[in-house]
């Protein structure tokens, strides 16, 4: 499966963003898929995921309360909507997907290129 996230951009400290994340292919509903970011200097780490077909999630305590992650998969496509913002949400922002759940890089066989969030304060 190919993956291409978009809909990052520079935003204000309490404001909102949506990443979308478009799968090619015809087996995204087999696919765990999850967010990620990496931050300037900062490992990549693991902001939401969710389940192929149920809608189970899971969220980083970091931005719990915050974002949200959700998927249709008649449009292959998954989602990240992103509220109250904060400057240290500022991060390339990855879409990825396997099929088993994980919430660790190396648990995902395929990735999206990236795109760019950045919050000022």
């Known amino acids: 499966v190919q993956l291409q996230a978009s809909g990052g951009g520079l935003m204000q400290t309490g404001g909102s963003l949506r990443l979308s994340c478009a799968a090619s292919?015809?087996?995204?509903?087999?696919?765990?898929m999850a967010w990620f970011r990496q931050a300037p200097g900062k490992e990549r780490e693991f902001v939401a995921s969710?389940?192929?077909?149920?809608?189970?999630?899971t969220v980083a305590d970091s931005v719990k309360g915050r974002f949200t992650v959700s998927r249709d998969n008649a449009k292959n496509t998954m989602y990240l909507q992103m509220n109250s913002l904060k400057p240290e949400d500022t991060a390339v922002y990855y879409c990825?997907?396997?099929?088993?759940?994980?919430?660790?890089?190396?648990?995902?066989?395929?990735w999206g290129q990236g795109t760019q969030v950045t919050v000022s304060s």
């Open positions: 292919g015809r087996t995204f509903g087999s696919y765990f």
């Open positions: 969710i389940s192929r077909s149920n809608g189970i999630t």
């Open positions: 990825a997907a396997s099929p088993s759940f994980s919430m660790v890089e190396g648990g995902y066989d395929y």
